[in-house]
């Protein structure tokens, strides 16, 4: 923002600062033409695993308690076991079966999943780079393991902006017992301007803490403060020249504004009761199929970029992570939530212009783990993910792993071509968004990504 920008903020009303917002991204980049306006990424923080779920490996199950053999696992790492022969397969107990018109494999363990398999597109052969969970999710989330990167969710609303004036561009919705490793790094600007961060979103109570005023605070008074602390950081911007100032001016004013936006927003009793029984909410109970419901009113109302993270998927077999009643419990957590999401978004035709992801950091191997219940191990070489929506192709079944399901052998989707596909979908080329940082430019998907065109075509 120029010197002549910032005294005509000055002089404009308040409610026009929102072009001071705008300005501070580049404008609508639009290289193509978009399939999609918004995403909905449901992250499954821990690393589900593939086998339980999508991927039926008949030849796994019948050499279950067999020595893994030793050409799959020579010169490959894994978080919590080592690489000797005493390594066993492990096949799984779940019971898997065909669904829909394209035949897609589902265990017994997401039997709503299982409903909507003609509505989504199956990949089965993603793979990452990085198999401990913090750096993982850095990796899935921001396209680089270390930290500083901006998030994908950043990304968009830098290049793309956002169509809600009351709401953030970038909302997160959290639910499982803790959140994710790494916590809001996962969801952060790195090098962007910080308007673009990612606001955690709280399902019931205060959206936003601190949001409401203190008690004695109308808002007339609180109008004569914001306007204060906005003349003195407009001086101080022309004094700096600091584009950070011109952010916290936006945060003031959509702060504002969320006073009102926000509590509309998490209200459900517009919903009707069958709505509310689709995604099986309870009243007042926080829950993953609670923000599922709420990420669809957020698109509605034209949030840009929304993720929910569900806790926890981290199967190594050890307390609480087994893969008997805990994986089903997790399972049972979201099965019905995600799979109402995409049913409400179709039938309200919302879905073709929303992007749903579904998937986690990495996935799990077909080995066992030496603990004292069942449990598998990190997994980068094959995982399962499935999209659905925004131009992607229904009823599709992408990529194949092999027999024991350890490697991906066709179609392979890695992290940084998944960013890039996800780019390409809301109209964006992934290797033409860039920001200049510290004399370099930098994008999401670094120099890597290639577009995966078979998701749309």
């Known amino acids: ?35 999609a306006k918004n995403v909905i990424y449901l992250f499954m923080a821990g690393g589900p695993s593939q086998l339980e779920l999508f991927d039926y490996k008949p030849k796994l199950i019948e050499l279950n308690g067999q020595p893994v053999p030793a050409s799959l696992i020579e010169g490959k790492r894994f978080a919590f076991m080592g690489t000797s022969h005493g390594t066993k397969l492990l096949g799984t107990r779940r019971t898997f079966a065909q669904h829909g018109q394209s035949g897609a494999w589902v265990s017994n363990l997401f039997p709503h999943t299982a409903k909507i398999v ?17 750096p993982a999710k850095l990796f899935m989330n921001t396209g680089s393991g270390q ?4 998030s994908i969710g950043s990304w968009v609303n830098y290049g793309l902006g956002s169509e809600s004036q009351d709401l953030p561009g970038f909302v997160v919705l959290q639910s499982g017992p803790r959140g994710p490793r790494g916590g809001a790094v996962n969801w952060g600007t790195g090098f962007l301007p910080t308007n673009f961060q990612g606001v955690p979103f709280r399902g019931t109570g205060e959206p936003i803490l601190n949001l409401t005023n203190p008690e004695g605070i109308n808002a007339a008074r609180q109008r004569q403060t914001i306007d204060a602390i906005r003349d003195l950081n407009l001086q101080r911007a022309v004094e700096t020249g600091d584009a950070e100032i011109n952010t916290r001016i936006a945060a003031y004013e959509m702060a504002a504004r969320m006073q009102s936006s926000a509590p509309e927003l998490i209200d459900l009793q517009a919903e009707s ?18 923000n599922c419901l709420l990420a669809r009113r957020l698109v509605e109302r034209g949030v840009r970029f929304v993720q929910l993270y569900h806790t926890n998927w981290d199967s190594h077999g ?19 939530g995600q799979a109402a999401l995409v049913q409400d978004l179709k039938q309200r035709g919302l879905l073709k212009d929303t992007l749903v992801i579904w ?35 229904p009823g ?25 596909t996800l780019l ?34």
């Open 273 to 290: 009761a069958a709505t509310l029984a689709l995604y099986g909410i309870e009243k007042d109970k926080p829950s993953f199929g609670r």
């Open 118 to 134: 003609d509505d989504i597109s199956l990949v089965k052969s993603c793979q990452a780079t990085l198999f401990n969970h913090a």
């Open 396 to 420: 599709q079944v992408l990529g194949e792993t092999d027999e024991l399901g350890f490697n991906a052998i066709t179609d392979k989707a890695h992290v940084h071509d998944i960013h890039a």
């Open 424 to 457: 390409h979908l809301l109209g964006v080329d992934h290797t033409k968004l860039t920001f200049r940082f510290q004399g370099r430019d930098f994008r999401l998907t670094d120099v890597h990504g290639s577009v995966f065109t078979k998701l749309f075509t």
């Open 318 to 336: 050890g307390p609480g992570e087994n893969l008997e009643g805990d994986f089903e419990k997790v399972c049972r957590e979201v099965d019905q």
């Open 147 to 150: 930290f500083g990167r901006p």
């Open 359 to 393: 998937g986690g950091e990495f996935g799990r191997t077909p080995m066992g783990e030496n603990r004292n219940t069942t449990g598998r191990n990190h997994h980068i070489d094959a995982f399962t993910m499935w999209f659905a929506g925004g131009g992607v192709k």
């Open 1 to 35: 923002m120029g010197l002549g920008s910032i005294a005509l903020a000055s002089l404009l009303g308040p409610r026009k600062l929102t072009a001071a917002e705008a300005s501070l991204a580049p404008g609508k980049i639009l290289h193509h033409a978009p399939r």
